[in-house]
């Protein structure tokens, strides 16, 4: 079977352990390490946040949990109780993740030894959000010797943080 996620990324080689993240199975694989999370303030980042499920600013133990079901992935983040749900689709060299009530299209882009994604549109409760509504988000993922390191950053349209959670991931024995 294909993976959806390398071919939406292109013809790249991407770290051993990297490529392990990004081609999970039909049995659940767990990845887990630590995160550290900061989040934005005010009412409008607090909100968005916790439609999201995301958790509090700190150090956190990180669990990720992947599974593949068709073309279709889905990811359960876990920071230290509070479940992040997600499901990743692939779209014409695009990457979509929906989670809550909100879907982000996103293009990928190879960096040395790993990838970075582009948020390009949105939706909330199924409408489109217009461009200058989109957060401003970068996700960047390299491989290391033992796992993948990872950086997830999202701004408001206006420039305030909304959240930005970022460290290491190492494959859990099976």
Not at 105 to 122: A, C, D, K, S
Not at 151 to 163: K, R
């Amino acid at each position: 079977m294909s993976d959806p996620f390398l071919q939406a990324l292109g013809a790249v080689d991407l770290p051993v352990r990297l490529r392990a993240l990004h081609r999970p199975t039909a049995a659940p694989r767990r990845w887990s390490g630590p995160c550290l999370v900061e989040r934005g303030s005010g009412i409008v980042a607090g909100l968005l946040l916790w439609l999201g499920r995301f958790p509090a600013a700190g150090t956190i133990d990180l669990h990720l949990t992947t599974r593949r079901e068709g073309a279709m992935v889905h990811w359960l983040r876990d920071f230290g109780g509070r479940c992040t749900p997600s499901i990743l689709s692939f779209r014409a060299g695009r990457v979509v993740e929906r989670f809550g009530p909100f879907v982000l299209m996103m293009r990928p882009e190879p960096i040395p030894g790993g990838f970075r994604l582009h948020v390009t549109g949105g939706r909330v409760l199924g409408l489109p959000v217009p461009r200058f509504c989109l957060p401003r988000a970068e996700v960047a993922e390299t491989g290391t010797e033992t796992g993948v390191a990872f950086d997830v950053a999202a701004c408001l349209p206006w420039g305030g943080l909304l959240i930005r959670y970022r460290g290491t991931l190492t494959p859990e024995a099976p």
